[in-house]
């Protein structure tokens, strides 16, 4: 197994992700920021932030598949999330859940960070995500 994820005991719990990540391997994977666009560029979800984070979870997805791994392989996500509120947090599971069976995402998680951000970099883009990832 290349990624083993773990929450010592002690550790904040429960929480929908693993706070630990141990992984071996050669080959890491960075799949940069991916956001709700189609194949063309084209705006996915306009102004519903479950949607935008599943279409951005389905991207990165794509991501790591193009470069041979999947989610089992993935040692940390980072969110970046625009005006960021705890009334968000709803919505951003429903998008992560809408998701996690199609992706095949590990339950609980593999390490995250959700960051707020006053805006991306473009004006109707709500979440951002990034992968890490390490493969034999």
Partial sequence: ???????????????PYHHVSVSTGTRH??????IA????????ATGDLAGQLAHAMRNTARGLAGA???FSDVVRLRFFVT???PEKYDDFVAGIEEVADELGLPRPLPPLSAIGVDYLFEPDVLVEVEAYAILD
């Fill in 1 to 15: 197994m290349t990624v083993e994820l773990l929450t010592p005991d002690g550790m904040f719990q429960p929480v």
């Fill in 29 to 34: 994977v960075h799949v940069a920021g991916q």
């Fill in 37 to 44: 666009r189609d194949a063309d560029g084209n705006p996915v």
């Fill in 68 to 70: 041979g791994a999947t």
């Fill in 83 to 85: 005006n960021w509120s």
